[in-house]
């Protein structure tokens, strides 16, 4: 009666299949938890690039506003049901691309602090009142908001480098930002809705910076044993 031999290789893929799918599940579910925040972060983003679409057509820039207005449209398709689906994915890509490879951390905590100092310069922005006032406050602080905002991006371009949705989403802002002049755009409209979009961000990055860190102190741990 011939042998049976084990199969190894069969079990190992069954464990590793098991191992993704239970990282992928939690992550998801963590992202599922922060529903609200990532409807309030599409609501606050539709609305605002709705408004720089208008502003830029009052000024005769029409491709620019049409950029915007495409931008604005998406994201409307984004909120309701569709948002569970947008949320799923971007839980997905973090699992699938970051949560099993290297991650950045050390970028992303440098991102949050940088956003933190945004955060003081948009308190400013929004607490001068009066039109003229936000219009000398930005000719005096512009140069240093888009300094810090750049920072951010090209942070979180090194954290989120592999193809998919935070990638995607990152770069699409990064060049509006420097191509576009959508952070002067945001700050002649009040920067009141972009500060409330970067302390959703912030918030989300701390949570990506608080998972990471554990795991890097467990993975620290281990080694040590």
Not at 165 to 184: A, F, M, N, W, Y
Request: with cysteine.
């Amino acid at each position: 009666m011939a042998k049976t031999k084990p199969q190894l290789p069969t079990t190992l893929l069954l464990l590793l299949f098991l191992l993704l799918t239970t990282t992928i599940t939690t992550t998801a579910f963590s992202f599922s938890r922060s529903y609200s925040q990532y409807k309030t972060l599409f609501s606050l983003s539709h609305s605002l690039l709705t408004r720089v679409s208008n502003l830029r057509a009052s000024r005769g820039d029409i491709s620019g506003s049409n950029r915007a207005k495409l931008i604005a449209q998406k994201l409307e398709r984004g909120l309701g049901f569709g948002l569970w689906g947008l949320s799923w994915s971007v839980g997905w890509d973090y699992a699938v691309n970051y949560a099993w490879s290297n991650f950045d951390y050390r970028e992303l905590y440098g991102a949050v602090s940088e956003m933190n100092e945004l955060l003081r310069f948009l308190g400013e922005l929004t607490r001068s009142g009066s039109e003229a006032g936000r219009a000398t406050w930005i000719a005096g602080n512009y140069k240093n908001v888009l300094r810090v905002s750049q920072s951010v991006l090209r942070r979180l371009v090194k954290v989120f480098h592999q193809s998919g949705p935070l990638k995607e989403t990152v770069q699409i802002v990064q060049r509006e930002v420097v191509e576009g002049d959508l952070l002067s755009d945001c700050l002649e409209l009040g920067g009141n809705d972009l500060k409330g979009l970067v302390q959703i961000v912030k918030d989300l990055a701390s949570q990506f910076s608080s998972s990471s860190s554990s795991s890097t102190s467990q993975d620290d741990y281990n080694s040590d044993l």
